[in-house]
């Protein structure tokens, strides 16, 4: 089992910046990868960033989002700069552990980002 705790989001204006933190505990030691999804009202869960093997993140953060980890303090942030109003979402941190036979999911409990115009 993977415990996900989530902090650093809230209200920012348009052009702004937040970077969240994501810290992990419980059986870290089986993580494959780490990332950052989001949600907005009416729309489906999207990859934002993660963080394995390789770093990826989706085409619409690109340039703007840093995905990094520390390993000392099992922790993931996210950077996030030039922030837009449809960067607006419940964000959610996710660990992704892969077994020999099967892979599972786990989910922070999410934190609200909210970019005013």
């Known amino acids: 089992q993977v415990q996900l705790v989530e902090s650093g989001g809230g209200l920012v204006q348009a052009g702004g910046s937040l970077r969240l933190s994501c810290a992990a505990s419980?059986?870290?030691?089986?993580?494959?990868?780490m990332g950052w999804y989001r949600q907005a009202p009416g729309k489906q869960r999207e990859l934002v960033a993660q963080?394995?093997?390789?770093?990826n993140y989706a085409d619409s953060v690109k340039g703007r989002f840093t995905i990094s980890r520390d390993n000392a303090k099992n922790t993931v942030y996210l950077q996030m700069n030039n922030l837009k109003p449809e960067d607006t979402a419940v964000y959610y941190c996710?660990?992704?552990?892969?077994?020999?036979?099967?892979?599972?999911?786990?989910w922070g409990q999410g934190t609200q980002v909210t970019v005013s115009s």
């Open positions: 996710n660990a992704l552990v892969i077994d020999t036979t099967d892979k599972y999911d786990y």
């Open positions: 419980g059986s870290i030691f089986s993580i494959n990868a």
């Open positions: 963080i394995g093997g390789d770093t």
